[in-house]
């Protein structure tokens, strides 16, 4: 025997990797990824197709004053735009929650009582004027009243 000659495990007319055997790992890791892809592109057409009905154009934002407290911000819906409703110590206001600058939904700081947009890092005060960032222009204030203990947004006729 050739020392140079590699040997073989494998009994004798098989060899360590069969035909068959190659064979069947291929048609798994084809399997595997095209079940992955399937994956990939039909969850977000799924997760699209299942939005919840509260993203309906006819939706109505309606709070009541009794869950508004002093210094938080209650977010809800109003004819498919974010609002956000504040309760700063006896003043109740209402924002549209979209950033003017490209759009993104706003969050509301607490502590720092102000306004900040994740996207660019802009910031706004309590009352939407902007204080830091790329904006140059105050967040939309929101009409509203309030009946029976109640906060009703109005008509969004006048938010851009």
Not at 45 to 60: C, D, H, M
Not at 73 to 85: L, N, S, T
Not at 110 to 132: M, T, W
């Amino acid at each position: 025997m050739n020392r140079n000659q590699p040997t073989n495990s494998a009994p004798a007319g098989k060899s360590p990797w069969d035909v068959s055997t190659r064979r069947r790992f291929c048609e798994a890791a084809i399997g595997g990824t095209a079940a992955v892809s399937a994956a990939t592109v039909g969850y977000p057409i799924v997760a699209f197709l299942s939005l919840p009905k509260s993203l309906g154009p006819v939706e109505l934002m309606e709070v009541s004053v009794d869950e508004l407290v002093d210094g938080h911000a209650v977010w809800g819906e109003h004819r498919g735009r974010q609002i956000v409703v504040l309760k700063l110590g006896d003043e109740i206001r209402a924002f549209d929650g979209e950033c003017v600058h490209l759009g993104c939904i706003v969050h509301w700081d607490s502590v720092g009582r102000r306004f900040k947009c994740p996207c660019h890092e802009a910031r706004y005060d309590d009352l939407g004027q902007p204080i830091y960032g790329p904006v140059n222009a105050p967040l939309r204030r929101v009409e509203f009243v309030i009946e029976d203990n109640v906060l009703k947004i109005r008509d969004l006729s006048g938010v851009a």
